[in-house]
């Protein structure tokens, strides 16, 4: 009887496990189709903005005319790193987290031995992570997923770029998980700044007519750019998180379904031994007494 009681209150464990992952993955479905909507919207204009960008900083004469696009012997590195603030997503952080650090020991690997490689870390959980490995962290933003606003991504994204126009860093990296669907996410490593110009496309540059000048776009619409980029992809992390969050609670829901299955099962067969044990030392008894 003692067997038939751990079994019970192990089916009793689980079928809580069970409901609470379900109710975790209902609310994550619910957070995703707002996450999702603010990313495929946002996505075209972003890359549309992007390419332009781009096009601009080619058609641009001068470093300084463009400060963002300068290009300077890589001494200093930034790594944005990109993740959630909480758990039971799968794989979802620890990827993101294994890439930026393989960046800092594979690529930067002569920056970060010259202590000369610094990390910005959006999320507690990738922040953590650098906090107690003792890596060189530069910034924290743990609260940005609380209110994900592109007026709140725009102080971020200043804070980045003033310290590349001073010369605090040569050049930034991003590090975060893309939305695909729910149940995919693609791990991206994207060159921030300086300006990326991809000269194998000279031809396909346009020839822009500055309006109203030069100067007023690269003080206006140049910062904008680089700001949605962070913007979309703080937006892309955040629906990828819900999504990763959404398939593991799914699938810790199936396994809790089978793992209870597998119990009633063996607490039945348990039950039945028992039941027929007690039978036959009740007939066994009952022959004895007659003999």
């Given at each position: 009887m003692g067997n038939?009681?751990?079994?019970?209150?192990?089916?009793?464990?689980?079928?809580?496990?069970?409901?609470?992952?379900?109710?975790?993955?209902?609310?994550?479905?619910?957070?995703?189709?707002?996450?999702?909507?603010?990313?495929?919207?946002?996505?075209?204009?972003?890359?549309?903005?992007?390419?332009?960008?781009?096009?601009?900083?080619?058609?641009?004469?001068?470093?300084?005319?463009?400060?963002?696009?300068?290009?300077?012997?890589?001494?200093?590195?930034?790594?944005?790193?990109?993740?959630?603030?909480?758990?039971?997503?799968?794989?979802?952080?620890?990827?993101?987290?294994?890439?930026?650090?393989?960046?800092?020991?594979?690529?930067?690997?002569?920056?970060?031995?010259?202590?000369?490689?610094?990390?910005?870390?959006?999320?507690?959980?990738?922040?953590?992570?650098?906090?107690?490995?003792?890596?060189?962290?530069?910034g924290a933003y743990?609260?940005?997923?609380?209110?994900?606003?592109?007026?709140?991504?725009?102080?971020?994204?200043?804070?980045?770029?003033?310290?590349?126009?001073?010369?605090?860093?040569?050049?930034?990296?991003?590090?975060?998980?893309?939305?695909?669907?729910?149940?995919?996410?693609?791990?991206?490593?994207?060159?921030?700044?300086?300006?990326?110009?991809?000269?194998?496309?000279?031809?396909?540059?346009?020839?822009?007519?500055?309006?109203?000048?030069?100067?007023?776009?690269?003080?206006?619409?140049?910062?904008?750019?680089?700001?949605?980029?962070?913007?979309?992809?703080?937006?892309?992390?955040?629906?990828?998180?819900?999504?990763?969050?959404?398939?593991?609670?799914?699938?810790?829901?199936?396994?809790?379904?089978?793992?209870?299955?597998?119990?009633?099962?063996?607490?039945?067969?348990?039950?039945?031994?028992?039941?027929?044990?007690?039978?036959?030392?009740?007939?066994?008894?009952?022959?004895?007494?007659?003999?």
């Open positions: 038939l009681k751990e079994i019970r209150i192990r089916i009793a464990s689980v079928s809580s496990t069970k409901q609470i992952t379900s109710a975790m993955k209902m609310v994550s479905a619910a957070k995703l189709r707002k996450a999702q909507d603010a990313i495929v919207q946002i996505r075209p204009y972003a890359d549309k903005l992007i390419e332009i960008l781009v096009n601009l900083s080619g058609s641009l004469d001068t470093a300084e005319e463009n400060p963002y696009s300068k290009q300077r012997q890589v001494n200093k590195v930034l790594i944005v790193l990109i993740t959630s603030n909480r758990g039971l997503c799968g794989a979802f952080n620890s990827n993101a987290i294994k890439r930026a650090v393989g960046l800092a020991h594979n690529e930067y690997a002569e920056q970060f031995k010259n202590k000369k490689l610094s990390f910005i870390a959006i999320g507690k959980t990738g922040h953590n992570f650098l906090k107690n490995k003792k890596y060189n962290i530069a743990n609260e940005i997923f609380d209110r994900l606003t592109f007026k709140n991504v725009s102080a971020i994204a200043d804070t980045i770029m003033q310290a590349f126009v001073k010369g605090e860093f040569d050049r930034v990296d991003m590090v975060y998980n893309q939305f695909k669907n729910a149940a995919t996410q693609l791990l991206i490593t994207e060159q921030f700044l300086p300006i990326r110009i991809d000269t194998g496309k000279k031809s396909t540059i346009a020839d822009y007519i500055f309006e109203p000048s030069k100067e007023y776009i690269v003080k206006d619409l140049i910062p904008k750019s680089l700001k949605i980029q962070i913007y979309k992809a703080l937006l892309d992390s955040n629906a990828a998180e819900h999504g990763a969050r959404m398939t593991a609670m799914h699938k810790a829901t199936d396994n809790a379904t089978e793992i209870i299955r597998q119990l009633r099962l063996t607490y039945n067969k348990e039950r039945q031994s028992s039941i027929t044990k007690e039978i036959l030392e009740i007939v066994s008894g009952a022959e004895a007494l007659k003999g």
